[in-house]
């Protein structure tokens, strides 16, 4: 949920992705991520990720992800 995160599930959402589903790591980030228009949310450091995403998608899996953590990536 910070401004990169923001503005991605943001833009998602208003060109019509049909479902925005945002991870996040504290409740705070997960009411942001609403507000910028994440239909779900999934806490990675509370909940099982794959098992949530699984359920989520009734076992479909999703179209794209976006990564954004930048320390991961550097």
């Known amino acids: ?10 833009m998602a959402s208003q060109l019509g992705a049909a479902r925005v589903i945002s991870t996040v790591s504290t409740p705070q980030k997960a009411a942001i991520a609403r507000e910028a228009g994440a239909d779900d949310v999934v806490n990675y450091k509370t909940e ?10 009734q076992g479909q899996g999703v179209d794209r992800i976006i990564e954004l953590d930048m320390a991961a990536n550097a």
């Open 48 to 57: 099982p990720l794959v098992q949530r995403m699984a359920k989520l998608t």
């Open 1 to 10: 949920a910070g401004a990169v995160g923001h503005y991605a599930v943001q």
